[in-house]
């Protein structure tokens, strides 16, 4: 059985519904999931500046965070980050730099890895997969990046059938390594 972690950091919940998305996705064919959550880092005064932030980390607090344990646990692994200024959330980040030493011993390489992103200004997502990429190759991970369509912005909908189509992508090469090896 092919076992997938989605990690990721969400502020108002958007890359959250992304992320439940991809793990209900990889549940229904049949690969066991760690959802996880990464740590909220923002100081106390700013979540509460935003009703819809305070209102997703109250409603998410009770969640398994996420650990080095979970991607080493993995054989794929999503990473989903809001846009920030076209890099990832630094709450994303800070997680990602916790695995300096297990990728110091090569425990991170050979997994399939992905990214997802979306914010509310349709700009910088790009560039934020193109940095959290790099990351992936510095791992020494397997990048199965996304199919963009060519119509621009999708609606709901197709958003939601491009991130099925990623996470089965995700899994199709994840389960074509562990034939092989």
């Known amino acids: 059985m092919t076992r ?46 935003d009703a819809r932030w305070r209102a997703h980390v109250e409603a998410t607090a009770d969640e398994p965070p996420a650990g080095v344990e979970d991607v080493l646990w993995a054989d794929a692994v999503m990473l989903g980050t809001p846009p920030r200024f076209g890099n990832l959330a630094g709450q994303l980040m800070q997680f990602l730099e916790t695995l300096r030493p297990h990728w110091s011993q090569g425990l991170l390489a050979d997994k399939v890895y992905a990214g997802f992103t979306s914010g509310q200004a349709a700009r910088g997502q790009e560039s934020t997969l193109l940095s959290l990429y790099t990351t992936i190759h510095h791992l ?3 990048l ?24 089965d992508r995700v899994l199709t090469v994840a389960r074509a390594l562990q034939e092989a090896a």
């Not at 609606?155 to 990623?166: F, Q």
């Open 4 to 49: 997938l972690t989605v990690v990721y950091y969400s502020s108002t919940g958007t890359v959250d519904a992304m992320a439940r998305r991809c793990a209900a996705t990889a549940e229904a064919q049949g690969a066991e999931v760690r959802l996880r959550q990464v740590y909220e880092a923002a100081p106390v005064h700013a979540i509460h500046a």
């Open 140 to 142: 020494g991970g397997v």
């Open 144 to 167: 199965v990046a996304p199919i963009h369509t060519e119509h621009g912005a999708a609606a709901d909908g197709d958003a939601l059938e491009a991130l099925d189509h990623l996470t």
